[in-house]
């Protein structure tokens, strides 16, 4: 599958947004703006771009927490500007204020960020066997790191949509990382893609730091499942730039990490990538590029201001006991 | 009305359900073969699609229905045995319970929960215990528990209709009780939420369930010879709970007796102790006793037998606020 | 006598173990790199196959406790959040709990199981959840939670010399909470199982724990003013449960407020309540009165905040009791 | 590895004695004479035998639940006439009655038989951290059925073995059932094993009826994890005479397994292909086989008068209470 012009800078556009977004979000927990914690997406943010770019409205989307899903749910077109209102507490956030990192956009077919790490595989399960039980063609895009397959969920999740033959992509966005852990020492084989072949699940890898190398692989994969040829696996190879959450420190096991690996990391730039390909094949201006940095800012201002200008709400306990249970 | 066995009942809620609804599917292991009969010949009818059975990965399986409902579609989760349920406890309580709420109440997730409890067959702890009170401490789950045929289908028939997460086991040590249930083709529900007095009396209030609910109807037979006059409530829900009816009673009797086959400690029959001390300090005459599991590991073997609440314990507890 | 945190108290405790005993030693996920300041230096001394990380796999991460202490070694397995108990709850709890008993009580399992808990970060329920009450009604598995750097170091040295399961959360609330130890060198324990008066008083009981307990003080030193005494427990326990020292200030007060940071429903101040109601229902002059979160979901954001136990509910829950 | 002769006759004898244990056990259910349930293993004794005779007594076992553990512990050397008793209720059993099939052998380094299937492998990580951090050459062999590898648990277990290469024996018995279910609708790949692909681990799958194939893959695999070179996984492929356990019925899916599938199962019992070898090859004559089959009644008569004539105990609530808990 190859890339058209339109395609790619439909991807670049997102990618552009997205990490415009991903530093807001950095921003503003530096600023002691944002509630509860913030895992950045700096370095990794070419992955959900190609994963969701071309997702359609109906297709099931479990965003990968790095960057709480904002590049997933941005790339996919959702509207996140009850998002940024829900990580500030406000009334018109997506889940009313209720929930910090925990947002839900049931008509665009996101239903949850688990604070459990790895229970994004279950529910895959039963939204691959919707699905298939409805006949239509809607596929399941899971997100998530390499660190979220050392849960058993993970397996049992591979397990059942490879039986069922359900059109699930597990998609691995493996930045080397989970917390301070390496996934040299947590994973005993170079890939994460290697735990596929042991149910027979066809797996690719890809660089991800290249989003249109990515969107190849994930529409391929999208395509595949929309044909009911079943799941597949997609690992990304990508990179974290930053901490695990703003905070914590930036260690590798107990060590912090070097500053040669950073210098390394930070040549591998995805927008700077991206922006390279798309000037060298010509597919866009610097002129055009500036212009998508400008709009994607002012989109970003926009969604600042209605969360700023929101309310927050605090009902009584009763308004709020008697939400726990619909009738 | 026929006479039907509890499992039966339990069966006959599903069909009903299942034919009137499209969305309404079950998802265990080995419910086709219906390793309990509850699920007896459901796959005849529905088809492997609609009674499913997973591999052993209770996650997995946890999640067909987990992921069906926010999908829309109402799962039937059968756990097989209560404990089961612990293997993929984070998602049936924490993440089930948080999910409407959490969200800022859009939208429900529709999921019934079922298992067999509780003991009677010697097989100890891991496949003895009780889940109720466990489920009933997390927020967000309805949590209930039928005693006759009657309430079963009725109660199960509400649990699938409701729009919220219910766990609703049952008793293996009652799943062959027979009792009077209306003729095929009567719909009916037992609303969740409201306690039932099996029976009326006026010196001693007590409240029991499932199996323990068999036993106390026994002792209150026995008691009446005496001329002591208990009144039987059973609670069916425990979230939501009808504590205004255990009130009402104790307005009469002024005594109660709460028999929980669980743990004591953490129990609801604690919750209903503490509620009703709250709600009703004046209404006591005696302290609310409590015939409960001790706080052991539930034995296997003869063990069994001596450590569940028995007609004789309750007995006992009912002389004793009588005092 | 020194002044250090909560979480450094809690430091020096496994450091002074795991140097008295080679079979001591941590398994959790980012424990070297110190996740949680509890951690913090530990594998620098004791080396990464003491301090170890494993995989985000919490079942296999217990499982390493578990076939461990199996293997006669004292494994501390750090669950990181409260919450992530539950990823493995079966294990943790059902496993663990009935080893000893089940089998005829030849061996124990001495596992230590810890926890950051509680609100305050406004992460919401997962984040935030208790899990006090919920491991406290399974049976063979002790619970605590220290409320002063004193009784965490104290206590959690004596969880990791019990020869039995302990379950050990602290409240990320009072994490950096100061208070008195005594000089390192100066080995003592806070025995599981004893509770502690922290405030004398005789007109109401109130029973708190953690950061709850800060903010009973608090209240008690403002009523004082007004001149009312109020007299503040800590448990410090959970299982086993002191209830000896809670009577005996009921004998002078006859009054009683149970603060609990979980759910009402299932609480552990539900099982205090109906255990007082048993064991000194002439000493009550007005009903247990608790305070707990209520029944819902804990709420991330602004709103976790004035859903929580807090100073103003713990007053007027006091004014109520007496009242 | 190649068996020599005594090695031949110590299989052959506790192949003989396991078959008669399980049958015994299997009578004794018949006749309302065990306590809770029963798990029959004919057909299927041949792996346990092969896994645990030549084990240590050092060595950590987890017994597959199929004959509750009783091939894999009589193979092992075990004293089981403790069992017996617990089964039956008593309080000479090895957990005072209390258990019902949750035997205990601690000294044998048999911990537990948990009532939730897959709850070995958690554990399993334990011992081999325990093994290896002592330095000791004790190895772990972790029998369970083909059902279990369904469970997340196995997935963690065998991440972490491999991780911290543990000498750690995933023997799998797959007797193509789990209940009611085939491992062909459960498991999407024709062999259980090829999941340890996935972790890099070595893996060999074995003819399960044939007692003397087993010990020698088995035999390779302890001599593997016991030189430190790490976990492996050994999958036997056998097979369930009977219903999963007694009382149930017996379907696939939900029909009846048919009788030509009975009948051809029945061609490859493990006891007679067994005989028939040691008799062709000359390591035993039909009398030390008949002598073998007498000794084996007779040892397991007196298991039996053991647990008959032994009391049930029924201690108060309070001596209960108080054992819940050590000093
Ligand atoms: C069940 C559970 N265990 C542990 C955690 C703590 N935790 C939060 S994020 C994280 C690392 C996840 O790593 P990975 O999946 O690789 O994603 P990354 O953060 O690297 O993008 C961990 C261990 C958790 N939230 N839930
Ligand atoms: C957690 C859990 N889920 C389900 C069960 C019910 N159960 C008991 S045995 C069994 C089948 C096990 O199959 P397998 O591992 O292949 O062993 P086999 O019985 O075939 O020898 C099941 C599903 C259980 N005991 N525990
Ligand atoms: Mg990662
Ligand atoms: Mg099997």
Redesign the interface.
Known sequence: MSLNKKQMIKLFTNLVRTSHYDKMMYRRMMQGKLIGFYHPAEGAVAPGVGACTFLKKDDNLNPHHRGHGIIHMVSKGIDVSTFLAEHTGKETGCCKGRSAFHFHYPDDKVYQQSGFIGHNFAPTVGWGYAAKRRGKSQVVMNCSGDGSYGEGRAHESMLMCQNWQLPVIFFCENNGMAIFSSSEEMHPTEDISSLAQGYGMPAVIVDGQDVFAVAEVAMAAIDRARKGKGPSFVECKTMRFNEHDIGTPDLKGWEDRSEEEHADMRKREPVRLATERVLADAILTQTKIDGIHEASLKEIEGVEEFADNSEICLPSEEELLADVFVD | MRTITLIDAIREAYQEEMRRDEDVFMVG??I????FPHTKGL??EFG??RI?????????M????????????R?IVDFMFG??S??????C???T????????????LPIVMTAGVGTG???????A?SIH??F?????I?VAMPSTPYDAKGMFKAAIRD??PVMIPWHMGIMMLKGDVPELGEDYVVPLGVADIKREGSDVTVMANSLQLQHALKVADKLQEEGISCEIIDPRSF??FDLDTVLKSLEKTNRLVVVDED?????????V???V??AG?DLLD?????VTL????V?????ED??VPTPEKIEAAIRKVLA
């Open positions: 292991q080995d086709r073969g219906a390793i796959v005849e492997s699609d499913v059975d997973t591999p052993i990965a209770e996650s997995g946890y999640g067909v229905a987990l992921g069906a409902a926010q999908e829309g579609m799962p404990g089961f612990y293997v993929t406890f984070s998602e309580t924490v993440t319970g948080q999910y409407h709420f959490l969200h800022g109440s859009p939208r429900s067959q010697r097989l100890a702890n891991d496949h215990m009170g466990t009933a401490h997390h927020p967000g309805k729009n919220n979230v939501p743990w004591e400690s953490g129990s609801f029959a604690n919750t102790s503490a509620n001390m709250e300090f005696a302290p609310v006793t409590r001790p706080n052991m590991p034995p296997g073997g003869y063990m001596y450590i």
